[in-house]
């Protein structure tokens, strides 16, 4: 026969065996198991057997009823199962219960599913001990780990610098004349360079040279 083991506040235990199709569970006098903690609504749930087996159903219940943590309206009970009734914790069996019962159940607090669980600490492997250089020349200990760079590993920043401001600068400067080379076109409909090329050269004097013939 089915039982639930219910855990008191109190630190008793209470066996219901399930003898009728349904057992009432709440706060007040007229249920067939009466939780006297407060946090027990007065018609707090309903154990029922079936054909499909046992469930466990809530009344509208203040503070819920859980079935291994999780809140639950209406649930289908296994052997094993923790049931709470509010704050009042339960086990239920498909058999009879235990003959030796402990005085407190192993049974995590009501809201601690939502802790959460210490992740594994991960230890690293020290680095091996670096090799003592030379009598009479002390290695800082980023040398010591890392060694000596080989040469040219590390480009000259000075130059890079100086090459990458000549690159923008030029970019910039064709990107000017590219730009005032078709506004030009689009407002004058010529060549830019064209009509400055006439216009210098057409602004020169021309001299002509004669001989005098003696």
Do not use: W
């Not at 007040?28 to 079936?50: E, F, Q, Y």
């Not at 091996?128 to 890392?146: D, H, M, N």
Request: glycine share 10%.
């Amino acid at each position: 026969m089915a039982s639930v083991v219910f855990y008191m506040e109190d630190g008793t235990t209470l066996v219901h065996k399930l003898e009728s199709d349904v057992a009432t569970i709440g706060r007040h006098p007229d249920n067939d198991v009466v939780l006297t903690c407060p946090s027990s609504s007065g018609r707090h749930a309903i154990i029922k057997a079936s054909n499909e087996g046992v469930f466990v159903q809530d009344l509208g219940s203040s503070n819920g009823t859980r079935v291994n943590g999780a809140e639950i309206e209406e649930a289908l009970l296994k052997d094993g199962d923790r049931v709470g009734f509010g704050d009042v914790q339960s086990v239920f069996y498909a058999g009879d219960a235990p003959s030796v019962l402990e005085e407190k159940p192993l049974i995590t607090p009501r809201f601690s599913n939502s802790l959460p669980t210490s992740a594994p600490v991960r230890t690293e492997p020290s680095p091996p001990a670096a090799k003592p250089g030379p009598p009479g020349r002390a290695l800082s200990p980023v040398r010591r780990a890392y060694g000596k760079p080989a040469p040219g590993s590390y480009p000259n920043s000075s130059e890079g610098g100086c090459m990458t401001g000549i690159i923008v600068t030029g970019l910039f400067v064709i990107a000017f004349f590219v730009g005032l080379a078709l506004r030009h076109s689009k407002e004058m409909d010529g060549n830019l360079f064209k009509d400055l090329s006439d216009k210098v050269t057409g602004s020169m004097p021309k001299i002509k040279i004669e001989r005098k013939e003696e």
